[in-house]
């Protein structure tokens, strides 16, 4: 289980977390929602530890990440993979490439076994013969799934996606929460911060709603739809109008 424990953080006199608790339970797909600049993205940074809070803990494995040396910070994230809103892939490095870059070991690995991880990653991915292409010849659901192979090259526990959707048609966006399903049945656990109720709903199992910096409801997706916080009741308004009994399709997906 990740665990944070009373975060707070400010960054030039904004407050950005305020008194943040929150589990995220192994093995399970944990949704974090909320307006733009409600602290989505920053509870991302505080897991993988790129910001330290200024008050609060961080325990993952029954550590507390706070109190960790760079060097534990370096193999925490070994565990823990990322996948950035606008994929951060570097133009002017192949696909293949692009996959390996972070990879803090790749220099120890035989001559043949970057490719066979590199099909192997490609082909988790559907994006199997494009190891060669570079990024301006990829459609934005392939640099995506590029993202995601990359992210997938520590063989992490945990990853992180920062609006995987965002910006995709229906059907990359389709074939980008079909991984993240195919993920969890892999036994990875992902943290998915996203503003599109629909993709949540598709892939998530926990539910986080934050908004100015505070936690504001937690829980399934049924505990959620039945919040009395003003807030929380206006977010999910037009997803409760759109499904006139929304705890049926509920059942659907947690069936399906």
Same mark, same amino acid.
Request: proline share 4%.
């Given at each position: 289980? +990740? @665990?944070?424990?009373?975060?707070?953080?400010? =960054?030039?006199?904004?407050?950005? %977390?305020?008194?943040?608790? /929150? &589990?995220?339970?192994?093995?399970?797909?944990?949704?974090?929602?909320?307006?733009?600049?409600?602290?989505?993205?920053?509870?991302?940074?505080?897991?993988?530890?790129?910001?330290?809070?200024?008050?609060?803990?961080?325990?993952?494995?029954?550590?507390?990440?706070?109190?960790?040396?760079?060097?534990?910070?370096?193999?925490?994230?070994?565990?823990?993979?990322?996948?950035?809103?606008?994929?951060?892939?570097?133009?002017?490095?192949?696909?293949?490439?692009?996959?390996?870059?972070?990879?803090?070991?790749?220099?120890?690995?035989?001559?043949?076994?970057?490719?066979?991880? +590199? @099909?192997?990653?490609?082909?988790?991915?559907? =994006?199997?013969?494009?190891?060669? %292409?570079?990024?301006?010849? /990829? &459609?934005?659901?392939?640099?995506?799934?590029?993202?995601?192979?990359?992210?997938?090259?520590?063989?992490?526990?945990?990853?992180?996606?920062?609006?995987?959707?965002?910006?995709?048609?229906?059907?990359?966006?389709?074939?980008?929460?079909?991984?993240?399903?195919?993920?969890?049945?892999?036994?990875?656990?992902?943290?998915?911060?996203?503003?599109?109720?629909?993709?949540?709903?598709?892939?998530?199992?926990?539910?986080?709603?934050?908004?100015?910096?505070?936690?504001?409801?937690?829980?399934?997706?049924?505990?959620?739809?039945?919040?009395?916080?003003?807030?929380?009741?206006?977010?999910?308004?037009?997803?409760?109008?759109?499904?006139?009994?929304?705890?049926?399709?509920?059942?659907?997906?947690?069936?399906?």
């Amino acid at each position: 289980m +990740i @665990e944070l424990k009373n975060i707070s953080i400010t =960054l030039n006199d904004n407050v950005i %977390l305020d008194d943040v608790t /929150l &589990s995220i339970e192994m093995g399970m797909n944990t949704i974090i929602l909320g307006p733009s600049g409600a602290g989505k993205s920053s509870i991302l940074k505080i897991i993988l530890g790129l910001w330290k809070p200024d008050n609060g803990e961080i325990i993952f494995e029954g550590k507390n990440v706070c109190k960790m040396t760079d060097d534990e910070i370096l193999q925490l994230r070994k565990k823990v993979g990322i996948v950035f809103q606008g994929n951060a892939l570097f133009d002017s490095l192949t696909v293949a490439e692009n996959i390996l870059y972070f990879l803090p070991d790749k220099k120890k690995l035989s001559e043949n076994e970057p490719k066979y991880k +590199i @099909e192997e990653l490609l082909s988790f991915v559907n =994006l199997s013969g494009t190891e060669n %292409l570079y990024p301006e010849e /990829l &459609s934005g659901g392939m640099k995506k799934r590029v993202a995601i192979a990359r992210a997938l090259a520590f063989n992490p526990q945990v990853i992180l996606f920062d609006e995987p959707t965002t910006g995709l048609d229906p059907i990359n966006t389709e074939s980008v929460l079909e991984l993240i399903e195919k993920l969890k049945q892999n036994g990875t656990t992902s943290v998915i911060v996203t503003h599109i109720l629909d993709d949540a709903i598709e892939v998530g199992d926990n539910f986080i709603v934050i908004n100015e910096g505070k936690i504001v409801e937690a829980g399934s997706l049924e505990k959620i739809l039945r919040s009395k916080n003003p807030f929380v009741k206006e977010f999910f308004k037009r997803f409760i109008e759109e499904n006139h009994n929304p705890f049926i399709r509920i059942s659907k997906e947690v069936n399906k």
